[in-house]
């Protein structure tokens, strides 16, 4: 997909996100049944609020249809339809699993990760995009977009 087209699908992403305010999936055979940013459902609030200079706590509770022995996690802010890696993630997906990986098909499983916000980071308005992606294949097990805001 050439780079135009891209940014442009990024820009409407973002734009569907940050009206409806609710998380949207973007990949993966997982389903996921709820996404809590700080302990506070995201789906019952407009945006997940990043502090600066100290942790947000994500939570994903999922199940998916195949087995995975591990996974990796992948984290981007699009800002202006551009995906900018988040620094300082924990990139070992299995850390945040319960129960621990390898993560069996057909079992509902809980993901809870910390992303420490820099105090550098711009006040802004954002959309996380998370994926875990299966470290064999490098296919998504599932994929979030979050809107989000720097404070």
Known sequence: MDKYIMNIFCIVVLFVVS???AWKPCGGPATVAKVLCNGEDVNKKTECILTKGK???LQVTFKTTKGYKSVSSVCHGIIGGVPVPFEGIDEK???G???KCPIAAGIT???TTNIFVKSIYPSIRLVI???EVDASSNEDMWCLLIPAQIK
């Open 19 to 21: 009206v409806y305010g």
């Open 55 to 57: 942790n947000a706590t």
């Open 93 to 95: 997906g299995c850390d």
């Open 97 to 99: 699993m319960n129960p």
């Open 109 to 111: 499983e809980t993901f």
């Open 129 to 131: 995009k998370w994926e």
